[in-house]
């Protein structure tokens, strides 16, 4: 005699479905730290890689300048204007200057170049590497004795965490023009009053604060890039999950390791 069916249970399948999920989410971080030791233990051969990391500097940074300088004018005209209806009738104009410089320098700038880069940098690594894997181009270079990690991955590793912060400068600069213009032109904020209060908090910690940031985020780009590129399959179809969970998994590792830093930085060290 055929025994029934038994029913399912949501609530069991609701939370299967959780556990595998955070299961697959500890999978993910070590797999990623593992890659991140890899890296490491091939930088004595970063002297044979000088060319290509060079290549992938001129794609990482020079190539992101347009986003990045259209994100960081407008990132500095959205926080003058903020600060300004913030101001009004509390704080004097004064001021303006100094929430600006110090917003920029410590959060805007570090962050949103890096959410930009990342959705740039991030989705070309992982597509390009997952296009890789999935022709079979990196068992060649294995078959061949060439050790993939130091050919492919550790010149994007380096060239990230060097030219972040390099972008980081060029967006902080233009983020705070980008306020005194429009403080100068919409909200009769002159020059002399600008420049007063920028200079009024100014502290180089806070530069070097970001800069930190801006390191930390290019090694996530080009960690979370090159893991899930290496990591794709299924033709086609898997280079573009590839691509979308490199992308996702960037923008919320900088967003969580920008709380974790600045809880360090402007909280233990720098206090």
């Avoid at 990623?32 to 060079?54: D, E, H, N, Q, Y």
């Avoid at 962050?111 to 992982?126: E, K, M, N, P, Q």
């Avoid at 691509?243 to 360090?264: E, H, K, N, Q």
């Amino acid at each position: 005699m055929a025994t029934a069916a038994r029913p399912s249970n949501p609530f069991t399948e609701t939370l299967a479905g959780f556990g595998a999920n955070i299961l697959g989410f500890f999978e993910e971080l070590g797999g990623a730290v593992s890659l991140i030791g890899r890296i490491i233990r091939s930088f004595p051969g970063i002297t044979k890689s000088v060319p290509l990391t060079l290549d992938q500097m001129l794609k990482i940074g020079v190539g992101s300048l347009p986003l990045v300088v259209v994100t960081a004018v407008f990132t500095g005209g959205v926080a003058a204007v903020q600060a300004a209806y913030q101001f009004q009738d509390y704080v004097p104009m004064r001021y303006l200057g100094t929430v600006i410089g110090k917003s920029v320098v410590i959060e805007l700038g570090p962050v949103l170049t890096a959410l930009v880069v990342g959705g740039r940098v991030g989705a070309s690594i992982a597509a390009e590497l997952g296009t890789m894997r999935v022709t079979e181009q990196i068992d060649a270079l294995e078959s061949l004795a060439i050790d993939p990690i130091r050919y492919l991955v550790l010149p994007r590793f380096v060239a990230a965490c060097v030219m972040l912060p390099v972008v980081t400068i060029f967006a902080d600069v233009l983020a705070i023009g980008g306020g005194w213009a429009v403080a100068r032109v919409s909200l009769d904020v002159d020059t002399h009053t600008f420049a007063e209060g920028l200079r009024l908090f100014f502290y180089v910690r806070d530069v070097f604060g970001g800069l930190i940031k801006a390191l930390f985020f290019g090694m996530i780009i080009s960690t979370m890039g090159c893991y899930y590129g290496f990591r794709a399959g299924g033709g086609a179809e898997g280079v573009g999950r590839a691509t979308t969970r490199a992308v996702v998994s960037s923008c919320l590792s900088i967003l969580v390791l920008d709380y974790l830093l600045a809880s360090v930085l402007f909280r233990l060290i720098w206090t």
